[in-house]
């Protein structure tokens, strides 16, 4: 990466254990304004647990990072105003309507009244649900629930949005239509950092990082990463950094 890019992530040297487990072991990377970067490892490589420190919930057990300009160790709370985030389980109220779920991400944000109404009906246009508006989440589609829940994390307009396995069950086209969505957002200057297990989305990303076993095994451009190890996609290098490492 260039010396004059902002960088809305860098995380220097990042350790959590669990007892005597290494979860995440001595990391580094940045990640820079409007930049979508994908975290590629199987379950358990640490994906999670560095999402988890890099939004000032989990302390790490050593090293440090700063997200948005602000300190993980001292300035949690701070993190937590300028970022977003969307889990792999659908993170929004289902007992409510999509209306009621965006005024209330809204207001938790302190968006202005006249400002988050005009964001929301933005977002209904923008996904075409003005007909499901006004129902309850519980009975809308999963793919919808995805973009819905996406867009709800961005309602903010944050610098940094975390998606942690966001399209986990959907299906291809849904999925597409989600990174429609995440390419706005880049091109808005929100930063992406995406984890993901299907290897065809992890060619979507400016750059990707490869973790296993709580280890940071490669990082870089996808196309320019297959043609340095010489195969034809993602899950060959994938598997051939992973066996080439364990």
Known sequence: MQDNLVYNIVAERLKRKFGDFIAVDDISFEVAKGEIFGFLGANGAGKTTTIRMLCGLLMPTAGTAKVCGYDILTQGKEIRKHIGYMSQKFSLYEDLTITENMELFGTIYRLDRQLLRKRILNIIARLDIRYYANKKVVSLPLGLKQKLSFATAILHQPEVVFLDEPTSGADPLVRREF???IYEAARNGITVLV???????????NRICIMNQGQIKIIGNPSELKEQHNVLNMNDLFQKIVNLTN
């Open 195 to 205: 984890t993901t297990h299907y290897m065809d989305e992890a060619e979507y990303c």
């Open 179 to 181: 990174w429609n969505m």
